[in-house]
């Protein structure tokens, strides 16, 4: 791994939190992008190496991951105040030119939101 990569893994818990790494890094643009089972490493000079999982993950996936839309991630995917377990409640990811939330509709149910900046 290379070490910014490798920094983030440690960070966020290692193999015992996002598993080995599925394949071999991808480059993107300056950057890297580096796949484990339960999550996925995004790094380049500007922005750093963040994770992205689960829903989050999913949705950013879909946008065309870093060389889509939202570049490459600005932060850790985050959980939002109160967590998923209240109303209005879920994560976070920020991205160079969005954001993406995933949060409780208040009946259980979730809903994700690609926001543009």
Known sequence: ME???AEAYTKA?????????TGQPEKVGD??????????IFSSPSTGAHLVQ?????????????GGTLG???ADEAETA????VAKGGWI?????GTITWL?????TFKETVTPK
């Open 104 to 108: 409780n509709q208040g009946d259980g």
């Open 54 to 66: 689960g829903e989050i993950l999913k949705v950013y996936t879909e946008q065309g991951g870093a």
């Open 3 to 5: 070490p910014p990569v």
């Open 93 to 97: 990811g920020e991205f160079q030119k």
């Open 13 to 21: 818990g290692g193999e015992a939190k996002l598993g080995l790494p």
């Open 82 to 85: 109160g967590g998923p377990d």
């Open 72 to 74: 490459f991630p600005t």
């Open 31 to 40: 950057g890297t992008v580096q796949a484990f089972a339960k999550g996925t």
